[in-house]
Every structure is written in C-alpha cells, then in structure tokens.
C-alpha cells in the first residue's frame, strides 16, 4: 500500500507471497457460499450484499445456514452478529499493530476478518504486517465477491440442490471453519458441549435459536474457565499456521 | 422483504463490530476473559452451526446423507486437505449417498 522505497521488493516480501496465496484459497470459496446462498433461497442480490458489505465468511455462512434450517431472520442475524464478534478483537489488535489514521481506519475495519488479522499477526517487521494485512485484506475482497458472484449464478441454473450434495457442502464448510481451532483439550471439550446442547435443544426451541443456546453455554463456560490460559484459546490469530510460520510468538 | 431487512441489519452490526475495535481503548485487550470467552464463542457457534446443519430439519433430528458429508469432511481435514476440497468432499459424499439411494 505504501510507494515509499522499502528494503523489500513486493515479490520478495513474506507477507505478500502469504496474503496472495491465502487470497486465492479464500477467495476462491466464495463459489460454495454463492451457491449455497442461493440454494437456501436467498436471491442474486441478497447474496452479493452478503459478501459485499457483511463480508465475513464466518457470519455469512451463519446467516443462510440459520435461514436454510427454517430459522428467522432474526435468528440469522444474530448468529451472524455473534459470530463476527471476534472481528472485534481483530480490530483491536490492527489497530494496536498497524495505527491506520483518518479514512483508512474505516476502509481497514471492512477488511479486518480472519485472514487479512492471521497474515497481519504472522509476521514481525511492522512493513510486513501491514502489506500482509492489505494484500490479504483486499485481495480476499474482490475474489471472494467475484467468485461469489460465479457460485450463485451457477447456483441458479443447478437445479435441485440436494442432488448435487450441497446441503453437505455446507455441514463441511462449518465442520472446515472450526477444525483448525481445536487445538488442544479444551477446545475439543467446549466443541462437543456445544454440540450436545445443540442437539439437546433442537425439538424444544424454534429453528436458530439452538445455534444461540450453544453460544450461550460457549461463553459460560469461558467466563469461568479463563484461568487456563495458555491452551490457546484467545480468538485464533492464525487458524492457518501451517502455512505461514514465520515470526510467531514474537508479535501480538 | 422482511429478509432484506434482517440482512441489512446483519451488515451494519457486522462492520460496526470491526470498526469498534479500532476505537476501543487497547487495554481491553489485555483483559485475559474477555479474550478468552471470545475464543470459546467463536469454537461454540461453528461446533453448533456444524451439528444444526447435519442433522436438525426443522425442529427434528434427522440422519440423512448429510451425516455422510460430515464424515467426508472430517476425512478430509484428517489428510489436511484444503477448504475447497473439504467443501467437495462434503458434497460428493452427500450426492453420492442420495444417488444410491440413502437420504
């Protein structure tokens, strides 16, 4: 983002070479949300506005998932909004990181998600960061709206959705978004408690509201359970760490 | 239209969420609990979001195909695969599942 003469060259940098990479793989699922999205009965243009102004994988998941199970709107939205909380505490630590002034503050909290935090956090040199941060931020922008647009146009001319398994593809995308997150025994244990209250609240309570329940029992269970601190169970800077270790343990 | 709504809502929480962080004084983020029932939240909703959509149907529980999509994906992740191929796996496994007849 900066013209100034850095040391290194855009190609060479780390932070550039991970933010392009983790931008193609991102965005390039935005095929499954579009399709998804419309099978769940969204239209065209609820579906782009989705990924154009909500744009947070996570949450938009949420919202057609809640919608698809016959749940409210409400209902989405609220899982949806639950869910992007953590795009909070991202923001915290950009802004900690990376100090953006005036205008850019508002553009970087749109592009503030899991990827553009993770290539951010990734990396040591402050130069780093913030090329990982934008490169990732924006390149994910623009080829998760592309390919979104791709997935519910082709979307729309499937068909049946059940018969090409899409209700599947969405129970992998949400089982694919947890999975890097279990990492050691508490997380596994707070994922199977929310899991059984999930499944224990089904008949009783409308369609969504069981996705809340499980939120609720989440977070008590973290209110109380804080002591354990070093299991990682801070909102996970780097769900992608395979790929990009460089620099760990040094930022924050 | 009542949908169009909802998701605008959903839209305005969502950037508002990112953007207060950015005005949130810092020290916040070292309140260790805060942290810390943000991270269980996150694990809880998407453990939860994967059960609801593999087995609720309505206010049932149901095992269809989609329980197959899940073992599918759960294979897949063992064997570290990418997001994209996990998706795939998910859906062939469903598909593939009604196409002989299950679900």
């Known amino acids: ?252 | 239209m009542s949908l169009w709504l909802w998701i605008l809502i959903a839209c305005v929480l969502a950037y508002l969420t990112k953007l207060v962080g950015y005005f949130v004084p810092a020290k916040l983020l070292e309140s260790p609990r805060i942290m810390h029932v943000a991270g269980t939240m996150t694990i809880g909703l998407l453990a939860s979001l994967t059960v609801v959509n593999a087995v609720a149907s309505g206010q049932g529980i149901v095992l269809d195909a989609r329980i197959g999509a899940l073992a599918a994906a759960a294979v897949a992740l063992w064997l570290r695969a990418p997001f994209l191929v996990v998706v795939i796996s998910g859906a062939a496994a469903a598909a593939l599942l009604r196409l002989l007849g299950w679900g």
């Not at chain 1, 990492?183 to 059984?196: N, Q, S, T, V």
Request: with cysteine; glycine share 12%; charged share 15%.
């Open chain 1, 1 to 252: 983002m900066s013209n100034r003469a850095t040391p290194v060259r855009l190609r060479e940098s780390p932070a550039f070479k991970v933010a392009v990479s983790l931008s193609i793989a991102t965005g390039l699922y935005g095929v499954s949300f579009g399709a998804l999205s419309v099978a769940s009965g969204f239209d065209f243009w609820q579906t782009m506005v989705l990924s154009l102004l909500l744009f947070s994988g996570g949450s938009q998941f949420a919202f057609i998932g809640v919608v698809a199970g016959g749940g409210s709107g409400v209902a989405a939205m609220t899982a949806s909004a639950l869910l992007g909380l953590r795009n909070g505490i991202y923001g915290m630590q950009i802004n900690a990181m990376l100090r953006p002034g005036g205008w850019k503050r508002y553009v970087s909290a749109h592009v503030t998600i899991d990827e553009s935090t993770a290539t951010a956090s990734g990396q040591s040199d402050p130069d780093e960061q913030r090329r990982g941060f934008w490169t990732a931020g924006i390149g994910i922008f623009i080829l998760w709206n592309i390919f979104t647009a791709i997935g519910a146009l082709a979307g729309d001319a499937m068909g049946d959705p059940k018969q090409w398994g899409l209700d599947g593809a969405a129970v992998a995308a949400f089982l694919a978004l947890l999975w890097p997150r279990l990492k050691g025994r508490e997380p596994w244990a707070i994922a199977a408690a929310c899991a059984l209250a999930t499944i224990l609240a089904v008949p009783f309570v409308p369609s969504g509201v069981p996705i809340l329940v499980a939120a609720v029992v989440a977070g008590v269970i973290g209110w109380f359970s804080h002591a354990r601190l070093d299991e990682g169970l801070e909102p996970d800077l780097d769900p992608y760490a395979e790929k990009h270790r460089h620099g760990q343990g040094e930022s924050k």
